[in-house]
Each structure stands twice: as structure tokens, then as C-alpha cells.
């Protein structure tokens, strides 16, 4: 095989190379939290590029959860499925990327079980970059996503009066909650002992907050203490946000709401990751 | 700003104590490595190496007792500590879906290398570990050598005043482990202080300046690899036999002339027996003894005593296997 050939053909490059090597292994002055960021971002982008496969998980789910929900209750709720699929494209678009931010936590988890964790704890680097840089290419895997669910709704009769530029707009806000929501899974990877479980733990979350919104049916049709639940629930707000914006509508407090409630969840879970970071072992 | 002298000792523990649950993994070590040179922390799996190494790295806090790496405290100066060690984890701590070259560059950009040094950085260093041909390679396809290797080279982007290496050579072909030595021998001509836990007492021997034997959490002897082996006291002598049917009368030959008391091994023309020391002349002289009496001897071997002997030596009992597998 060639990975034996490769070690012993080069076994006797000597170590007087090693010795070089090693005198001009000086410190440089300590990177900074945005290097640091963006190392990690990279690696991120690496990761898609040597395993396009990983693609596939976090496109074809919305993709499949477009056609599915369109067709299953779009004559039911609005009477035909291209009227409905105005309503249900933006909110479907933000079940979808929310529930794939799980991945994230996974992925964490995965670092953490695995020995490569260790090596960033004994880096003298400034530690949030390393979950940062994470999701920021996450959020590439995310964009891909959500471009593709719009592509696809514009196939099957979705013509938002936003136009691009509201499209992209509403993109962004899903983008910016996915963002905050994902500290929450980043937390729980520091708590879950595997991967798998991290998901699951996410999971028991994500699908109350998505399914009890306004995604799929007017809270008006629902009992009282489900409408409770779906106004303080602050997925609501980022689907309004989103229609509103795709629909070149007025905004309301909507934008205002998702950008709280990010805030919100960023500063609880946020510092929790970093000190289960530092603590969890 | 306090710059600590260069004569204080690069490890210094007292009492370090960690505990999982209710088991002590590690129960009131003492350690000091002086700079310079090899340190081997030598034990069997489970024994609190890679506990000791943790806490020393800065990776776990210690439920009691105190380190200082460097002159600095690991607990309250973890970050100044964090600046001038390298870690070679027990598990490769390398990341498997990148490339041998990806990764040195990831990890020479976050340790403040510009774009093009990191890259110049990667590739020199693949090739001081022999990896240059492997460099684009994702690592998962590694052998575990080249793995060990690369994680080598990615402790030591930047030049660390002290590296640990837990158990370096674990799993490893011989050929791959002489290149481990070789590097870590490397390290050492630059000023490297090496910490090195191993199971293997040949490893500590051939590579250790002094040696700390750990068992169940505690140092339970420490001292230069002749100290430890002179205070074991005791060598193997494998005698091979040509006629099975022999081995009771050479074995009658060895206790009567020699006084020593040999055992039968599995192999029905084996023979093993414990000696003192590492005395050649003795070995010797009990083949010519075996021969003297008609008994022809095929191949003999003396060996050093197998950890296994220092164990008993130092602890009364063997290394229990079982009990390692567990606590590993």
C-alpha cells in the first residue's frame, strides 16, 4: 500500500531537518479573536469540501419538507396549494434551517468526544473563536439551504412580492436566529456524551418551537392556550418577519421581537457554552 | 513582570489529586522534572498517567494539590502555561477530515503565523516528520505512525519550552516508533523538556533521563532507569532446549550448580528463570553448565525485567490486566 511505502521511503530524512524546523519555531504574536474566527471558519468550509456529502443531509431535508407539507395541506388550509405555498414557503424555510442548526451541536460534540478538542484547550487562543468559526460555516451549509428551498418554491408557483432583495432579507433574519438558536445546541454539546444524543436533545426543542407557530395554520383557528404559547413562542416573530419581508410588507414589531429574542438566547447560552467550555472536562 | 529563572524546574506537583466520581484516578503525586531532557511517567493503563498529563496541560483541574509548569501555576495561570507547552494526546489530536497540510496551517494560523508563514510552517514541518508525501492526504487515510507523526509535528509549530506526549508509541510498528524516538531525541537537542508517559519500560529506558513508575494514581518509585532497574534487581534468562525431555534434568542442573530456581514455560523446550541484575557472566556461565552436562541449549536470551517484574518488585504483585483494560 502506498501510506507504508511513503513511510519507510522517507524514513531517513534526517533529523538535522527536524532540528531547523525546530529553531525557527519562534512565537509570533498571539493571534487575534477574528484570525481565530476565521481559521475556524475555514475549517468549517474544509470539512464541506472534503465531504460534500454532508451537503446532502441539510438540503434535501427542507427540500423534502417543502414538497411535502405543500401538497399534504395546502388544499385543506387555503383551498388550493399555490395560494398556500405564499404563506408556507417563508415559514417552512425557517423550520427547515432551524432544524438543521442541530448539526452544529453534533458536529461540537464530535470535536469534543474526539481527541482533536484537546488540542484547541491547550492553544493559548481566544476560545470563542472556535465555536464562532463553526457557525459561521454552518451558516454557508445554511445559506445553500435556504437558497434552494426558495428556488424550489419559485418552481412550484412561490413568486414573493419582495423580490430578491426581499427574499434575500427575509434569508438573513432566518440566518441571524439560526445564529442564536445555535448556542443553545453548542451548549448541550458540552453536556451530551455523544453526537447523537446531542441531536436528540435538540430535537425535543426544536420541533415544539417550529410545529407551535404560525408556520402551518393562523393561531386564530387554534385554542387560546396554544395562541398563548405561539405569541410569546419567538419563532412566530422570525416567520412573520420573514413573510413580511418577502412579502414587501409592512414590518411591525416583528424584526424587533426576532432580534430580542436572539439577543436573549445569545446572552444566556452564549457565556454557558464558553464555561462549560472552560469546566465540562 | 516577573521572568521565572531558567533554573526552575519545569514541572513541579504536590499533591495533585483528581477524582472521577468516587475513584481517586490520580491520589497525592509528587513530580518534579527538572528542564532539559526526557521525563517518563511509566505505568500501566489506568494507572492516572494521562490524568497527570491533563492536569499538567492545563486540560483538567485537580480536585487537590498543586502543579506549576514552567514557573507558572496550572490552575490560575493556565493561559501563560498554555503559551509555551505542546500536547501529544493519548488519542490522536489531530483532525481526521482534513488534510496532514490543512491542519498545520489551521493550527499555525491560530497560534499567530500570517497566512504565508503558516503555510511555508506546514510544509517544512511534514517534512522534518517524513510526512511530505502523505501532505494532502486527509488523515483519516494515515496509518496510525503517520498519525502520531503529524500529531507530533502539529505540538511543535511553535518551538514549546516543555511538550507532553502521553504513551507516543502505543499501538505502533517498531519502524514507526523508532521514527517517534528519533523525533523526540530531535527535540530534546533544541531545549525541549520532554514529559512522556509509556507503558513500555524499554521506551522509558532507552529514551528517559529519570522516570516517575505510577500505579493506582500514586508515584510508587522515581530515579534514573539504572536506579529503578538496579532496586528491581532482577533480569529474565529464556533458555530454549533442543529435547524437551531434558528440561527436568536442566532444571535439577540450574538450581544445584547455580542456584537458580527455573520455571517451565508453555513451550515444552522453554525455560525461564529470574536472575540478578543483568548479569551477563551469569547467563553464560549456566549454558556452559547445561552443556557440560549433556544438555544442548538452542538459543538463550537475557533480557531486562519486563515492567511487569518491576511491578512486582516494587508492589509485591503483578499489574493486573484486567483491571487495566477497565480504567483505560
Redesign the interface.
Same mark, same amino acid.
Given at each position: 500500500m502506498t &501510506? %507504508?511505502l511513503? #513511510? =519507510? !521511503?522517507?524514513?531517513t =530524512?534526517g #533529523?538535522s +531537518? @527536524?532540528?531547523? &524546523? @525546530?529553531?525557527? $519555531?519562534?512565537?509570533?504574536?498571539? !493571534?487575534n479573536a477574528f484570525? &481565530?474566527t476565521m481559521?475556524f471558519g475555514?475549517?468549517a468550509l @474544509?470539512?464541506i469540501k472534503?465531504?460534500p456529502m454532508q451537503l446532502f443531509d441539510v438540503t434535501v431535508f427542507p427540500l423534502m419538507l417543502t414538497l411535502m407539507f405543500t401538497y399534504l395541506l395546502g388544499g385543506a388550509i387555503a383551498g388550493s396549494t399555490t395560494v398556500y405555498l405564499q404563506d408556507l414557503l417563508p415559514g417552512i424555510l425557517v423550520m427547515a434551517i432551524l432544524m438543521i442548526t442541530q448539526y452544529t451541536g453534533a458536529a461540537l460534540n464530535s470535536d469534543r468526544t474526539? $481527541? &482533536?478538542f +484537546?488540542?484547541?484547550?491547550? @492553544? !493559548?487562543?481566544w476560545r470563542p473563536g472556535s465555536v464562532i468559526g463553526a457557525m459561521l460555516g454552518d451558516l454557508v451549509r445554511y445559506s445553500i439551504a435556504g437558497i434552494l428551498v426558495v428556488l424550489l418554491g419559485v418552481a412550484l408557483g412561490f413568486r414573493p412580492a419582495g423580490g430578491v432583495i426581499g427574499v434575500a432579507l427575509g434569508l438573513m433574519v432566518v440566518l441571524l436566529f439560526s445564529f442564536a438558536i445555535s448556542w443553545m445546541w453548542t451548549a448541550a454539546a458540552f453536556v451530551m456524551p455523544t453526537p447523537h444524543s446531542t441531536m436528540a436533545a435538540g430535537a425535543i426543542i426544536i420541533f415544539p418551537l417550529t410545529f407551535l407557530s404560525n408556520i402551518f395554520a393562523d393561531p386564530k383557528t387554534m385554542p387560546g392556550w396554544l395562541q398563548a404559547f405561539i405569541d410569546v413562542n419567538p419563532v412566530t416573530y422570525v416567520v412573520s418577519a420573514t413573510r413580511n419581508l418577502m412579502f414587501d410588507r409592512p414590518l411591525g414589531n416583528d424584526l424587533l421581537w426576532v432580534l430580542v429574542s436572539s439577543a436573549v438566547i445569545v446572552a444566556i447560552f452564549g457565556p454557558l457554552t464558553m464555561w462549560l467550555y472552560k469546566?465540562k %472536562? | 513582570m516577573i521572568f521565572p529563572l531558567r533554573s526552575e524546574p519545569a514541572v513541579e506537583a504536590t499533591g495533585l489529586v483528581k477524582k472521577f466520581h468516587a475513584v481517586k484516578a490520580v491520589d497525592g503525586v509528587d513530580l518534579v522534572v527538572p528542564r532539559g531532557g526526557i521525563y517518563s511517567v511509566l505505568g500501566p493503563n489506568g494507572a492516572g498517567k494521562t490524568t497527570v498529563i491533563r492536569i499538567l496541560a492545563t486540560l483538567a483541574t485537580p480536585d487537590g494539590g498543586q502543579a506549576r509548569v514552567l514557573g507558572r501555576d496550572v490552575v490560575s495561570e493556565a493561559a501563560k502555561v498554555r503559551e509555551r507547552i505542546g500536547l501529544t494526546g493519548q488519542f490522536a489530536t489531530v483532525d481526521e477530515e482534513l488534510t496532514g497540510t490543512e491542519n498545520l496551517i489551521m493550527l499555525a494560523r491560530l497560534q499567530g503565523f500570517s497566512r504565508a508563514a503558516s503555510v511555508r510552517r506546514a510544509s517544512d514541518l511534514l517534512g522534518a516528520v517524513s510526512l511530505d508525501a502523505a501532505a494532502d492526504r486527509l488523515v483519516k487515510k494515515y496509518s496510525g505512525g503517520m498519525r502520531r507523526r503529524l500529531d507530533i509535528a502539529a505540538s511543535i509549530i511553535v518551538t514549546p519550552d516543555l511538550l507532553f506526549l502521553d504513551e507516543p508509541t502505543t499501538g505502533l510498528d517498531p519502524r514507526s516508533r523508532a521514527q517517534v524516538w528519533e523525533t523526540v531525541r530531535g527535540l530534546v537537542e533544541v531545549g525541549t523538556t520532554i514529559l512522556l508517559t509509556t507503558q513500555y519500560l524499554d521506551e522509558a529506558d532507552q529514551l528517559a533521563d529519570r522516570i516517575a513508575v505510577m500505579e493506582h494514581g500514586k508515584v510508587i518509585a522515581e530515579g534514573t532507569p539504572g536506579q529503578l532497574k538496579s532496586s528491581v534487581g532482577v533480569g529474565t534468562l529464556r533458555i530454549r532446549l533442543r529435547e524437551a525431555a531434558q528440561r527436568p534434568e536442566a532444571i535439577r542442573v540450574l538450581a544445584e550448580d547455580l542456584q537458580i530456581t527455573a520455571q517451565e514455560e508453555a513451550d515444552a523446550v522453554g525455560l525461564t528463570a529470574r536472575v540478578p541484575g543483568s548479569d551477563a557472566d551469569l547467563a553464560v556461565s549456566a549454558v556452559s553448565r547445561l552443556a557440560g552436562r549433556g544438555i544442548s541449549v538452542t538459543d538463550f536470551a537475557l533480557g531486562q525485567p519486563s515492567l511487569d517484574e518491576v511491578f512486582l518488585a516494587l508492589t509485591g504483585h503483578t499489574t493486573d490486566r484486567n483491571d487495566q483494560e477497565e480504567a483505560a
Open positions: &501510506v %507504508q511513503t #513511510s =519507510s !521511503a522517507a524514513d =530524512s #533529523s +531537518d @527536524l532540528r531547523d &524546523v @525546530l529553531m525557527r $519555531g519562534t512565537r509570533p504574536p498571539r !493571534a484570525t &481565530v481559521t475555514w475549517r @474544509l470539512k472534503h465531504g474526539k $481527541g &482533536v +484537546d488540542r484547541f484547550k491547550t @492553544l !493559548a487562543i469546566n %472536562q | -
